[in-house]
């Protein structure tokens, strides 16, 4: 009996584990919104739960994960809390979005846009031999790393 479990299992976790190994990597999702009272703004949600939130050239926040919850009826709605302040909630049925700015209440809706992948990034790693490399120029500064 148990031989014939494991292999059930094996027949049915193979082709799982395979499809998986052949699925390219996913570096995240990007999309936009426009609500009243802040120029358009871009949320970008990394693979491991890390949200970003610019707008304008110069601001930029984070966030670490997502509040899931449901409202009176049932409804599930995901809440992103930004460092802030900043409120983000997306009605996951409906992908209605709304907004709640830093030190108000109010609850003000958003136009969003489709979803689209984040390209895949391969950062560059930083090694001590790049920095020793610098160093023996002689003017004592850790070297700049552009990342590719």
């Known amino acids: 009996m148990m031989n014939k479990i494991l292999v059930t299992t094996l027949a049915i976790m193979t082709p799982l584990t395979a499809a998986l190994a052949l699925t390219p990597p996913n570096d995240g999702d990007e999309f936009q919104i426009s609500c009243p009272g802040r120029d358009t703004m871009t949320i970008d ?3 491991y739960g890390i949200s970003t939130l610019m707008w304008d050239n110069d601001n930029f926040q984070i966030a670490a994960g997502q509040e899931r919850t449901r409202l009176n ?6 809440i992103t809390l930004f460092r802030n302040g900043d409120q983000l909630m997306v009605d996951k049925a409906t992908q209605n979005t709304f907004f709640v700015y830093a030190g108000t209440t109010a609850l003000v809706p958003c136009e969003r846009t489709y979803t689209r992948p984040d390209p895949l990034l391969t950062l560059t790693p930083w090694s001590d031999t790049h920095t020793a490399k610098n160093d023996e120029a002689g003017d004592g500064r850790r070297a700049e790393h552009r990342y590719s």
């Open 45 to 47: 949600r990394a693979e």
């Open 73 to 78: 009826d049932g409804q599930p709605v995901w």
